[in-house]
């Protein structure tokens, strides 16, 4: 499917959009740069270059009328199923089935569209996630229902604490606080039995999991900028779950509750 010069910019357009989605929803660096250059030549474009890493993409098409781009990613979630429908477009890109500005519109509405799972839905998730982790790490029945309550209660707020406090890391912070605090009242009050397996079930949903895999993937695909970033990123979410839990835990410390 060939392309006149004239069209560099819009192509370039799709490529950035297609890669800035994928990004922001959960997509691996290297999967970025595969897929942003196949669709450069699913539209005839074979001397493209690309160079992604977790805050920015960086496009080129070589030629007489060269074309670079620069776009910037500020906010990333997940939400992988808007890297499966990047995927299609792609593949009905390569199989020549659409134009740039008709592959551009089906992006936009792919980015503009809304995450598929609502606020309630996700708390019950991570609720019930929370509850099933206590027994996988052999806790009691009796203390599911402590984990349900404490788990599902961290990440609702996790989402309000990202909305109202822009400060990486510190999010995570004042949920695994309120976890631990919510955990060791359980018990203080008799309705937990074990805070070590209340604790660990609870804040396994607030777990960086897609961050730690990703950082491997990358590393293991020579991506070592983008690898160790969110290694480090991975890291430094870890840590302030963690610190958010010792700080409950040593300040607990005197009511005689170690476990």
């Known amino acids: 499917m060939e392309h006149p010069a004239s069209t560099n910019y819009e192509i ?5 959009l297609a890669g800035k989605i994928m990004l922001e929803n959960g997509g691996e ?6 897929t942003m250059t196949h669709v450069a030549e699913g539209f005839g474009i074979s001397n493209s270059h690309c160079f992604v890493t977790p805050t920015g993409i960086i496009f080129s098409i070589d030629g007489p009328e060269q074309t670079t781009r620069l776009i910037r990613i500020s906010a990333r979630s997940t939400d992988l199923h808007k890297v499966t429908v990047v995927n299609a477009v ?8 659409l134009t740039p500005k008709e592959a551009y519109q089906l992006l936009e509405e792919v980015d503009a569209a809304k995450t598929g799972y609502t606020d309630w839905f996700k708390t019950l998730s991570a609720a019930v996630a929370s509850g099933c982790f206590l027994i996988m790490f052999q806790g009691k029945w009796h203390d599911f229902l402590p ?10 707020f996790l989402s309000y604490f990202n909305r109202l406090v822009p400060i990486k890391f510190f999010a995570e912070f004042l ?7 919510m955990a060791f009242l359980f018990v203080k009050f ?5 805070l ?8 396994m949903p607030l777990v960086p999991g897609l961050l730690i895999t990703n950082a491997v993937r990358d590393l293991m695909a020579g991506h070592f900028v983008s690898g160790v970033s969110k290694g480090a990123e991975a890291f430094l979410t870890a840590f302030a779950i963690g610190a958010g839990i010792a700080f409950v ?8 509750i170690a476990g």
């Open 12 to 16: 370039a357009q799709v490529c950035l």
């Open 29 to 34: 660096t290297y999967r970025v740069e595969d």
């Open 90 to 97: 792609s593949r009905r890109i390569s199989q020549g089935e």
């Open 147 to 156: 984990a349900f309550i404490a788990g599902g209660a961290g990440l609702c």
């Open 175 to 181: 949920a695994s606080l309120l976890i631990g605090t």
């Open 190 to 194: 008799r309705l937990g039995h074990d």
């Open 196 to 203: 070590d397996t209340i604790i660990i079930g609870s804040v």
């Open 249 to 256: 835990l040593s300040f607990y410390n005197g009511e005689g």
